[in-house]
Nanobody, 123 residues
């Protein structure tokens, strides 16, 4: 069982930056690929970024490529999402999710989910 808790969301102006964190419980964190998804009001949950168990491989949605960076610290059981050059269209609830298989990008394929953290980007 893995429990995930996101933090770091908030209100930021367009062009600004935020760093999200996702803290995981359990001693098996390093065996999981970690993912970030987001869901804007009235829209489906969409893939944002993924990182494999070691941190050696990452994948990004085209909409965030070059602006967001996913990373992990297995010693701290934490995965991060550094978001820069934020746009109003990045406004959403951001969720981290875990799955042992990498890469998979569909929400239905994730095994564990956090409860999300809200990011609001003002224009």
């Amino acid at each position: 069982q893995v429990q995930l808790v996101e933090s770091g969301g908030g209100l930021v102006q367009a062009g600004g930056s935020l760093r999200l964190s996702c803290a995981a419980s359990g001693r098996t964190f390093s065996t999981y690929a970690m993912n970030w998804f987001r869901q804007a009001p009235g829209k489906e949950r969409e893939f944002v970024a993924a990182i494999n168990w070691s941190g050696g491989s990452t994948t990004y949605a085209d909409s965030v490529k070059g602006r967001f960076t996913i990373s992990r610290d297995n010693a701290k059981n934490t995965v991060y999402l550094q978001m820069s050059s934020l746009k109003p269209e990045d406004t959403a609830a951001y969720y981290c999710a875990a799955r042992t298989i990498y890469p998979v990008f569909r929400p239905d394929d994730m095994r564990y989910w956090g409860k999300g953290t809200l990011v609001t980007v003002s224009s």
